[in-house]
């Protein structure tokens, strides 16, 4: 039996539902490898901006740029307002090589003793980056700084952090995430994908599930094990979902189907959405008798090259055809920053990213 190759492409859109960011720091920008981050009011150079060269960005924190500090202890501050009468999310990716306990402070001025609360208090261990997050339901008052101390446990390691994001977040914040985008699926069987569906709000809520999709059917979302259909979720509080659906199997190749997975409190105030895209082409070149497809290099920085004999189509994450041309055996073309799938004769198919 032939077998189809499935690319799932999971998006999710919040409506009505994301939490306001305050601070978005990655120290992607103005930074000077070995200096003090721009924006931070750092003493001694205790903490220092650091840049690593790779081919692309790092999943789930994003860019080359970081900031580290191998101090046995150090404080970094950034103005900022909080106000007493809205309610906080902190969070920030962390790694360490030996041991250091990491703190995030808010206070009324650029020094130790002006910190006043504290907002996330987490120990980072040897390994890999590590996402720690807190959520603050009460400010004691209105602050002007926010500080971040790390404290080592013991030695003289080293505490790299990117990716530190200040949130303000309602009573009503969700979101659903994907954890994994790819499958394989021949038309008629079962599509499998996970997702984590989290309460970024200060309030407990129920929440109902409902599928929509033309391309697929006998969709069902399983927690725990058991279908399901409602559920509840506390504040800050994360639910695992497995969700199972059937491609039809009408399906042609080349074509692309979806489903939308809406997730809706039962007050009626917020909707996160996951969409499951699935395109269909051949997974072996045998079985369907064509040329191989070579695209590179991969990621790109623009200019890329396909090899391969036959009419090339590629898509971008929502389905639309940005270029679609007959290619002999090799050629070379130029495509905007995004995430593509690449389609040779509408039966071989390709993730390509352009950085």
Request: glycine share 8%.
């Amino acid at each position: 039996m032939k077998k189809l190759f499935i690319t799932l492409l999971i998006l999710f859109i919040t409506r009505f539902a994301f939490a306001d960011s305050v601070l978005i720091e990655g120290f992607e920008y103005g930074n000077h490898d070995g200096e003090t981050p721009v924006g931070w009011e750092v003493a001694n150079d205790t903490w220092l901006a650091g840049y690593l060269e790779q081919d692309h960005n790092r999943i789930p924190h994003n860019g080359n740029w970081y900031a580290y500090t191998n101090s046995t202890e150090s404080w970094m501050f950034m103005p900022m307002y909080l106000s007493e009468q809205l309610k906080y999310r902190f969070s920030l990716w962390a790694v360490s090589d030996g041991g250091y306990q990491l703190e995030i402070w808010a206070g009324n001025g650029a020094n130790p003793s002006a910190m006043t609360q504290i907002m996330l208090n987490e120990i980072v261990s040897s390994g890999s980056y590590e996402k720690f997050s807190a959520y603050i339901e009460e400010m004691t008052s209105d602050f002007t700084y926010i500080g971040i101390h790390a404290v080592s446990s013991y030695g003289d390691y080293v505490l790299t952090i990117d990716d530190v994001i200040v949130d303000m977040v309602g009573k009503y914040d969700i979101i659903v995430e994907p954890a994994n985008y790819y499958t394989l699926a021949a038309p008629g069987s079962q599509v499998e994908f996970d997702c984590v569906f989290t309460n970024l709000g200060y309030e407990p809520s129920g929440v109902r599930i409902n599928c929509i999709s033309e391309y697929f059917t006998d969709v069902h979302l399983y927690k725990d094990g058991e279908a399901c259909t409602t559920f509840h979720v506390e504040p800050d509080e994360s639910v695992e979902f497995t969700g199972v659906a059937t491609l039809t199997p009408n399906i042609t190749v080349g074509e692309m189907g979806f489903v939308d997975i809406l997730f809706t409190l039962d007050c009626d105030c917020a909707t996160t959405m996951l969409t499951l895209w699935a395109t269909a082409g051949y997974e072996s070149i045998d079985e369907c008798n064509i040329t191989t497809l070579n695209i590179y290099p991969n990621p790109s920085s623009g200019n890329v090259t396909i090899e391969g004999s036959g009419i090339v189509t590629i898509t971008n994450m929502l389905g639309q055809i940005v270029l679609q041309k007959e290619i002999v055996e090799k050629e070379t073309v130029t495509l905007e920053k995004g995430v593509y799938f690449v389609k040779m004769n509408d039966r071989l198919s390709e993730k390509l990213i352009v950085k």
